[in-house]
């Protein structure tokens, strides 16, 4: 068939979507935009999930699906269940993959995978590496991450339409794992707790990302939230850089 040419019902490949998140409400449009599929539902909480018997779609596609799709659910699809994650896996497979990627040193990227009935562990089809810095925030590289997503996803589609992709097993022993409640203990700062200069650092900007809220110290019977701005020094106003003189 042409590009050009109008696609048929045979072309014509049926998906429910799951999500939505920023990266995920612009897939979720791609998909729309394109002749050659048929997007018939987009379902946002776990209680509409049994609509996806009622559509019996060829595919369903999951992007910042924040709940876990039951196995009864996963098997409907004839040509199974994808989800497009924010994480280079198998590490940083759950939640916040772009704090843990900056706090514990795991490599950043975007995964598409097949889902199944663990969390992220599901084979992969495609990766994309996502470059770090050390003045990155935590919402710094959660953005660079949503667009390697998009990119990931877009670059990868026609073969998941063709039936050409060959997925692989994770590694299981590379793994590392987050839920929301790792994310939320990370938030409460102890002042009694030693860290060096770095290890700080890496909690402070990995928690940076305005305008929420997120590392917090109680001192003094107060609590007070902590935010870091981090630059580099080709970066940095010269002048401004160590101070002069008229500064003080």
Request: charged share 30%; with cysteine; glycine share 6%.
């Amino acid at each position: 068939m042409s590009e050009d040419a109008p696609a048929t019902d045979s072309d014509v490949t049926e998906v429910v979507f799951l999500g939505t998140n920023n990266v995920g409400r612009r897939v979720y449009d791609w998909l729309c935009d394109r002749d050659s599929v048929a997007v018939r539902a987009m379902l946002t909480e776990a209680d509409q999930l049994s609509l996806v018997a009622d559509l019996d779609p060829e595919l369903v596609v999951a992007v910042g699906f924040r709940h876990i799709v039951p196995p009864e659910i996963l098997a409907v699809p004839d040509r199974g269940c994808l989800n497009l994650h924010p994480g280079l896996l198998p590490q940083t497979r759950g939640f916040n993959p772009n704090v843990w990627s900056i706090v514990e040193g795991h490599p950043a990227g975007a995964t598409l995978h097949y889902m199944d009935d663990g969390v992220d562990t599901g084979d992969v089809i495609a990766r994309k590496r996502v470059e770090k810095r050390f003045d990155d925030t935590g919402r710094d590289l959660y953005e660079r991450l949503e667009r390697a997503c998009f990119e990931l996803f877009t670059e990868t589609w026609p073969d998941v339409e063709a039936g050409t992709v060959e997925a692989e097993p994770q590694d299981d022993t590379e793994a590392t794992t987050h839920r929301k409640s790792d994310f939320a203990d990370l938030c409460e700062l102890d002042p009694d707790d030693e860290y060096t200069v770095k290890e700080l650092l890496d909690v402070l900007r990995a928690l940076t990302f305005p305008p929420f809220d997120n590392a917090r110290v109680e001192v003094d019977g107060e609590t007070y939230f902590v935010d870091v701005d981090v630059r580099h020094e080709d970066d940095a106003d010269e002048d401004a850089e160590f101070g002069t003189l008229s500064s003080y």
